[in-house]
């Protein structure tokens, strides 16, 4: 019986391993083929003018493949997307987890699952349909479809991941660490933000890598909402994103030309990109952590 055990924890066990390798084989593979597919435009066109280089034109006579406008759209569309989000997912997370009587937690639990179920093209319809033409109006401007349409979009976009994951952090904080606060004179609210909240810091800190990843990755709504134009990044300003720059131009780039190895080199950017902000922000975590 105890060999039987043994032998079916050891299977269970190899299973486990065999399933934690294919996962880290396929970042594995898809690292080294955006790699092979993505530094050779980047040999040809050249480091600088590839990466600092202001104007894209494909498409043009003699054609410029400057990605600096996409890098910059990219990382303020993303910071503006977390400082709108961020602090209203938390708050909201937290007023679900510690303030709200069962009957509001549950239908806006229910609300919430329901906004993550929401494929991004919905939003990106809602967003040009109602937010855009209200932008164009609030701001007098000729057209609504810029970075701001984009930001709030997003902002909408990631608050499902920050609220449910903050959500279950907050809620499986002890509660003996909120006793022990109370029992020494501090109010509920003290006890919500300085002793709930620093003990489900880790978990806070992966919903901002879950929205962090969400708002760089997306890109139907985004190009229906900001103008898809490849200009310098400004707020009332028809802009492109990295994911949008290689989803628009992806379908009709011919094979081998320097056009596709260009966008193959804008998805290894934003891949890096990517791993980056997710490095930065587990070495910072370690840190607080020691």
Known sequence: MNNRKRLMENVIHGIFLVLGLITVGCVLLITLYLVISGIPAIRKIGVFN??????????AAQPQYGILPFILTSIYGTAGAIV???????????YLAKIAKPKVKNVMETAVSLLAGIPSVVYGLVGMMALVPGIRIAFHIPDGASLLAAIIVLA?????????????????????????????GATPVETYFRVSVPAAKSGIAAAVVLGVGRAIGEAMAIMMVSGNAPNMPKIFQSVRFLTTAVASEMSYAADGSLQKQALFSIALVLFLFIMLINAVLNFFLKQNKE
């Open 50 to 59: 590839f990466f600092f280089g202001k104007k894209w034109a494909s498409t």
């Open 156 to 184: 909408i976009m990631i608050l499902p991941s920050i609220i449910k994951v903050s959500l279950t952090a907050l809620e499986a904080v002890p509660k003996e660490y909120e006793d022990a606060s109370l029992a020494l």
């Open 84 to 94: 709108v989000g961020v602090p209203i997912g938390f708050m909201t997370a937290v």
